[in-house]
């Protein structure tokens, strides 16, 4: 139990495009999803909380216009990079908390790289 | 803010030996500290976990120990195999209200064969 994906796992994209990363929770209903940046050799670092039907809540120095979450269903949040530049090259993990519980579960992760 | 220090940064360790994490919290209030285990190109994943009213758990060959006093939290592997190597996280939470975790800066454990 508690498995939760992401796709695509990787992803190329040139400079200016959009990227969309799908977040979603298979076997269990998660009321709140994370999103993390990951870069090399480094620990995870928290962007966005995302509770499922309101608006993110995003960590100091992340631009939420930047990086759109949406969270429409308990298991299902997408987080969508826009205008991506080299500069958000990175390792994106989402996780999902069970309700009720504190645990948090990763998904695999997304390695976006903009050319 | 709240912090959370993780030492050593790299450990290598002979298999069959044991390897001991540790990780220092700032915030009293955290009250849930898990433990992620990440392999290369994966996400995290959840290995043991342990909340304050607790000083110890043990599963298998793992365990973890909390001292709330002195806000420290240690990760024990025994009898360590190669399949051990990853890098591991601590990280300290809450169990209400925001749920955020604050994570640890990871080790990396090698098991030499």
């Known amino acids: 139990g508690a498995v939760v994906s992401q796709h695509p796992s990787r992803v190329i994209c040139k400079s200016g495009t959009s990227v969309k990363i799908e977040c979603r929770s298979l076997d269990f209903q998660a009321t709140t999803m994370f999103w993390y940046r990951q870069f090399p050799k480094k620990s995870l670092m928290l962007m966005a909380t995302s509770n499922e039907g309101s608006k993110a809540t995003y960590e100091q120095g992340v631009e939420k216009d930047k990086f759109l979450i949406n969270h429409a269903s308990l298991t299902l949040s997408t987080l969508t990079v826009t205008s991506a530049h080299p500069e958000d090259s990175s390792f994106y993990i989402c996780?999902?908390?069970?309700?009720?519980?504190?645990?948090?579960?990763f998904g695999p992760g997304t390695r976006l790289t903009v050319l | 803010g709240e912090n959370v220090e993780q030492h050593p940064s790299t450990l290598s360790v002979q298999e069959g030996d044991s390897a001991v994490i540790k990780c220092t919290y700032s915030?009293?209030?955290?009250?849930?500290f898990p433990w992620y285990k990440q392999e290369l190109g994966k996400g995290p994943q959840l290995i043991i976990d342990i909340r304050s009213n607790v000083g110890e758990k043990k599963d298998q060959r793992i365990a973890v120990t909390l001292n709330k006093t002195a806000k420290h939290f240690s990760l024990h592997i025994t009898e360590t195999q190669p399949e051990d190597s990853a890098v591991y996280f601590c990280?300290?939470?809450?169990?209400?209200?925001?749920?955020?975790?604050?994570f640890g800066t990871g080790t990396r454990l090698k098991v030499l064969a």
């Open positions: 915030d009293s209030a955290s009250n849930y």
């Open positions: 996780s999902a908390r069970s309700t009720p519980g504190n645990e948090q579960f």
């Open positions: 990280a300290a939470s809450f169990t209400s209200g925001t749920y955020k975790y604050i």
